[in-house]
């Protein structure tokens, strides 16, 4: 099956995956096509009409790429794969896919990371946010600490700024740098792309009530070898067969 181009050129070698190995992020501005943007737009669109009563357990957000035959066409798009590998490495299974759309007055999220093999570095979780219509710092913007990642905790937590400060990153530094950990509220234009390592400290600010929604879903993909508690991945779903997907849906 020939795919439509989901990403313009981009460069990610040697130095780019250094620096989000350093970072914990790395932002790609506008990798997104226009026309991945348009059809992810309507496919993001669909998945919001699909929830008001919908099966409890079986969310359409959560389980989006279940719900939407595009988004499930993207888990083994050559380009996200190419991409996730350059992350990665050879070895990588599918986890989950989450619409993460934020609609006028949405309050965000406070600050979090997600775990995955917390005591070994070797076996790896990146998610890939599609931020299909940008954000503003102010206006349900991504933020992250630079560093956070390399503490690998699964439990950082701070429902504000400020207790984030107080909290967890009292006293931290850059495990490489020596420098205190800071907070980094990000920008970005439509069509951005974001790949995080899971350990990396991250909140979003709510969404300005006059704004429109925020467009946005992750795909988050694993190097296999140990259990993950996310894999939003019906036993249905596991055994589909999805023309590309080989051997990328299985938990281990
Ligand atoms: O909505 C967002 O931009 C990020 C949500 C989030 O924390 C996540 O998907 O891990
Ligand atoms: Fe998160």
Not at 170 to 194: F, M, Y
Request: net charge negative; charged share 25%.
């Amino acid at each position: 099956m020939s795919q439509n181009p989901i990403f313009h050129d981009y460069t990610f070698g040697g130095q780019e995956r250094k620096e989000l190995d350093h970072v914990g992020h790395f932002v790609l501005p506008g990798l997104l096509t226009t026309d991945a943007q348009q059809q992810l737009t309507e496919s993001l669109a669909r998945i919001e009409s699909l929830i008001p009563g919908c099966q409890k357990g079986y969310e359409p957000n959560r389980f989006a790429a279940e719900y939407d035959s595009y988004l499930e066409s993207l888990i083994p798009h050559p380009q996200m794969l190419k991409l996730v590998r350059q992350v990665l490495g050879e070895e990588i299974r599918y986890d989950h896919c989450v619409s993460l759309n934020r609609s006028g007055g949405n309050g965000g999220i406070g600050w979090h990371s997600h775990g995955y093999s917390d005591d070994d570095p070797r076996f790896g979780f990146v998610r890939i946010f599609f931020y299909v219509s940008g954000f503003d710092a102010d206006d349900g913007g991504l933020k992250a600490v630079p560093g956070s990642h390399l503490y690998r905790d699964p439990k950082i937590q701070g429902a504000t700024d400020e207790t984030l400060r107080e909290g967890w990153l009292a006293g931290k530094t850059h495990p490489e740098t020596g420098e205190p950990l800071a907070i980094e509220a990000l920008s970005v234009p439509p069509r951005t792309v974001i790949l995080m390592w899971t350990h990396a400290a991250h909140a979003v600010s709510p969404r300005k009530q006059d704004s429109d929604t925020r467009w946005t879903v992750v795909y988050a993909y694993r190097n296999p070898g140990r259990p993950t508690r996310v894999r939003w991945v019906t036993p249905e779903f596991e055994r589909k067969p999805i023309p590309g997907a080989e051997g990328l849906m299985s938990h281990y």
